[in-house]
């Protein structure tokens, strides 16, 4: 292959399923495998605890089957910051792809600090569920299928293009080819390509028309002589794809990479607008083909569209034929189709097909293709080299790379194509972004070996059943692959807690013990170099941290002090998001140098000067030495330009603190200095205040330094926990989200009022009621929370400028108060909002006291 042909192919380096009977990847792969299939039939019990009408369940054409998607009614609204009531207003496609777009990017090791050039390509079908509710106003919130991929976006603070795509069954394979063009055209570095379809009400079965695509015995047989037409399913499906030279350099997994990817329609060459085409199938294989570079006879395996209909499928295959026959291709290859198995999932199809064709080129395994057992005699596959298998068969490794090709082909016309090529070796075990390292498992000799597992969720529940989830898996694994993976692979949420372990049995025992996560909150850390004189600086630190290394290479041969000093400097710029540092002596330079107020170099000097000159006062040493010394102090602290500070600096003398923005004094550390020279010693510092220095002396300390700060809110960038290094990224469980059900059943319309004549008088107000009442009902309708209290924020609790609106709306109607959108936002909380109405509810009685009476009377002057 060309150099430039290998430019243009792209990586497929995360995944995230949910289909009929697999809630993830691995286990639709299990089912697949096993040749299962997920087409369930219905009882009427079950149909009708589910809402299907009588007079459709007693009809003759109806047939109660379909690949069904259990749990599509629940959503973790908390994480993306969705109140209740938007929740159970939105369009269940969009709740379930929200959730594995986020699955899917975690797959990648994506996190917000990566980078946000990451496009979105999705698509999904109508929005059926907004006909199944009693809405006569406008949602808050536009609910049309357009939005998916804005909400995506806007969720998870993506910035590359945004794109809803839509050309039917087709969808989701056109969504990975327009995503692979726009990484190659350099618009965003990471790209989410996928569907969902949530077919509603149909879920648990169709009415099979005579004549139709939909098979009237609810059996699907793809290319099979029993083929009598399709079965509709329900599911979604996400890829993330990277520039596969991007995706080897930064040390990736890459499941797969696409070679090649085309995009046609059929015209008018077909006999009607839903009727297939051969021509326009086959200049779209040849045309991917010709795209990604490959030789053509070098395919083993097409995944392809099989509807199992009659009159489709010959015609795929018609296609698939006459493109091997213009390129002269008659090797051996196996064709497969996954409708069987979960049914025709619509827009969403293709990416079951693609999930398949990646899973069997990583895995060199075909999965059979069920319900298929003699070829369609309209089918003909003799001297073509092409077969139709009905088992699970090994995908022996050719002499070059294993790869397939995938078909996906919408009513109307547009068919896509992709080539599929196994990766390329062992790409896990890259040596990263920063080029080769040590791994953390070869430790300088002698030294202690333990790792660091971060852990985090959004709520206590999603964090017990990470926990878990980590336990069961976490020993499957080599420690180093499980401590990257949760360290850099793992966006990290409000709710934390960190162990450092030596084994990986030893982090399981620690994550079924059920502890519970910290909230975040102010950290301070205590810095005092007298730990230092007991333990010292671990000489193995910098070997094992190059940025630490790097940090103490100026100081180099200058004693042991000034490596001590260097040290702390690096490790309080690395803890950066600590709130409060506690100087204690010479480390109260340090803290104020760490907080920007001093220059480094001069915190360094003035630390040394204020260590020796204390030295120089201990009994029997020479006071003389001790006066030049302070003499040297003050000149350099008399010649420094003192700056504002960045985070809060208390000393642990004193105890006075100074705050963000406070400028330092020297009178301030010549006066600390002096006292401790005559004797003084600094106070206690806080007791859950971890010491810098301790922290320096050994790896497992460090360890559990920087554990305490990340688990109470510090991010940490995690080179400050070993190098670079290049372990592979370990296949750790999916975020596991808090869902509850979110679903707004059509409540009976009230009776209309009667009508009211022109200038009649409102309904009265409730009296009982006070304005925090009011708008705490308000709150519950609008958010869809069950109890809202003066402290609550209304955007923790999911709100936005268009909810807003509505609340404004609704102090109109029940208050007669007129209040503007930008002061509700203001004002933000319950309580806030609730002095907001009564403000205007005495502005409104005062100007009723001054208003003019119908005798025309005018307002006098009143003395306020």
């Known amino acids: 292959m060309s150099a430039a042909k290998d430019g243009q192919a792209v990586a497929v380096v995360g995944m995230a399923c949910r289909f009929p009977g697999a809630r993830d990847v691995d286990q639709y792969w299990v089912n697949l495998v096993r040749g299962d299939s997920a087409l369930t039939r219905a009882d009427d019990a079950e149909l009708t605890?589910?809402?299907?009408?009588?007079?459709?369940?007693?009809?003759?054409?109806?047939?109660?089957?379909?690949g069904r998607l259990d749990g599509f009614d629940l959503f973790d609204a908390e994480y993306f910051g969705i109140s209740p009531a938007e929740a159970a207003a939105m369009d269940p496609q969009q709740r379930l792809f929200l959730q594995e777009a986020v699955h899917a990017l975690e797959d990648a090791g994506w996190t917000p600090a990566s980078g946000r050039r990451v496009g979105v390509f999705c698509g999904s079908g109508d929005n059926a569920y907004a006909g199944l509710l009693d809405r006569p106003d406008r949602p808050a919130v536009p609910d049309s299928p357009a939005t998916l991929p804005l909400r995506v976006s806007y969720h998870l603070d993506l910035r590359g293009p945004s794109v809803f795509v839509s050309s039917l069954c087709s969808t989701a394979l056109t969504a990975v080819h327009l995503a692979r063009r726009s990484l190659l055209s350099g618009e965003c570095d990471l790209?989410?390509?996928?569907?969902?379809?949530?077919?509603?009400?149909?879920?648990?079965?169709?009415l099979a028309h005579p004549g139709g695509v939909a098979s009237p015995q609810g059996t699907l047989h793809p290319f099979d002589h029993r083929a009598s037409g399709t079965v509709p399913g329900s599911g979604v499906g996400a890829v993330v794809l990277k520039r596969l030279e991007h995706a080897l350099r930064d040390g990736d997994t890459v499941h797969?990479?696409?070679r090649g990817s085309a995009l046609n329609n059929d015209g008018a060459g077909r006999q009607s607008f839903a009727a297939p085409g051969v021509q326009g199938q086959q200049d779209v294989i040849l045309a991917a083909l010709a795209d990604s570079g490959i030789e053509p006879d070098s395919i083993g395996y097409v995944e392809a569209h099989g509807t199992g209909t009659p009159l489709g499928d010959p015609v795929e295959i018609a296609a698939l034929t006459g493109a091997r026959e213009r390129l002269g291709v008659t090797t051996p290859c196996v064709i497969g189709a996954v409708k069987s198995s979960v049914g025709h999932l619509d827009s969403a199809a293709g990416m079951a097909g693609l999930v398949k064709a990646v899973l069997a080129v990583r895995e060199g395994v075909i999965p059979p293709t069920v319900g298929h057992d003699e070829p369609n005699p309209r089918i003909r596959l003799d001297g073509t080299g092409l077969r139709i298998s009905g088992r699970t068969e090994p995908w022996p490794v050719p002499g070059g790379p294993r790869r397939a090709a995938v078909t996906a082909l919408g009513i109307g016309g547009t068919n896509a194509h992709l080539v599929v090529e196994e990766p390329p070796g062992?790409?896990?075990?890259?040596?990263?972004?920063?080029?080769?390292?040590?791994?953390?498992?070869d430790a300088p000799d002698g030294a202690e070996q333990a790792w660091l597992f971060p852990v985090s969720a959004r709520s206590p529940q999603a964090f017990g059943r990470l926990c878990g989830l980590l336990g069961e898996r976490a020993g499957s694994f080599p420690e180093g692959d499980v401590a990257r993976s949760l360290q850099r692979h793992r966006a990290a949420h409000p709710l934390r807690r960190a162990w450092v372990a030596s084994s990986g049995a030893k982090l399981a025992a620690e994550l079924r013990a059920a502890v519970a996560p910290l909230p975040r909150q102010p950290v301070t850390v205590t810095v005092d170099p007298r730990a230092a004189r007991t333990a010292g600086l671990d000489p193995r630190l910098p070997e094992r941290l190059p940025a630490l290394r790097a940090a103490l290479a100026p100081s180099r041969g200058t004693g042991s002090a000034a490596e001590w000093f260097g040290a702390a400097l690096w490790a309080l710029d690395a803890l950066a998001g600590v709130a409060t540092l506690v100087g204690a002596g010479a480390g109260e330079y340090l803290a104020l140098a760490a907080a920007g107020g001093l220059p480094a170099d001069v915190a360094v000097r003035c630390a040394l000067l204020h260590t020796e000159a204390v030295a120089a006062a201990e009994p029997g040493a020479d006071l003389s030495a001790c006066e030049r010394l302070l003499s040297a102090l003050e000149k350099e602290l008399a010649a420094v330009?003192?700056?504002?500070?960045?985070?809060?600096?208390?000393?642990?003398?004193?105890?006075?603190?100074?705050?963000?923005?406070?400028?330092?004094?020297a009178d301030r550390l010549l006066d600390m200095t002096r006292g401790e020279v005559l004797g003084a010693e600094p106070g206690e510092p806080p007791v859950d205040a971890p010491e810098l220095f301790a922290g320096l002396g050994s790896w497992g300390a460090w360890l559990s330094l920087v554990a305490h700060c990340w688990e109470r809110g510090v991010d940490v960038s995690w080179e400050i926990v070993h190098g670079p290094v290049g372990t592979r990224a370990a296949p750790l469980p999916s975020y596991p989200f808090d869902e509850v059900r979110h679903w707004a059943a059509a409540p009976p319309r009230p009776a209309a009022p009667a009508a009211s004549a022109p200038g009649a008088a409102r309904p009265p107000v409730e009296p009982e009621l006070s304005p925090l009442e009011h708008l705490a009902a308000i709150w519950r309708e609008v958010l869809g929370v069950p109890e809202a209290r003066p402290d609550d924020s209304f955007f923790q609790l999911g709100g936005h400028s268009l909810l807003a609106s509505q609340v404004m709306a609704r102090i109109w109607e029940r208050l007669e108060i007129r209040v503007s959108l930008g002061d509700l936002l203001e004002a933000e909380t319950l309580g806030a909002m609730a002095r907001l109405v009564e403000e205007r509810q005495a502005a409104a009685r005062l100007f009723t006291a001054l208003a003019p009476t119908e005798t025309g009377e005018r307002i006098g002057t009143i003395e306020l």
């Open 49 to 66: 605890a589910a809402g299907v009408p009588e007079e459709v369940r007693r009809h003759p054409d109806h047939v109660p089957v379909a």
């Open 256 to 258: 797969a990479v696409i």
């Open 426 to 441: 062992d790409t896990t075990d890259g040596p990263g972004a920063d080029g080769p390292e040590r791994s953390l498992a």
């Open 641 to 665: 330009a003192f700056r504002p500070l960045t985070r809060q600096v208390r000393s642990a003398h004193s105890g006075e603190p100074l705050g963000v923005g406070e400028v330092p004094s």
């Open 191 to 206: 790209a989410l390509a996928g569907a969902v379809t949530v077919r509603l009400p149909l879920h648990h079965g169709y």
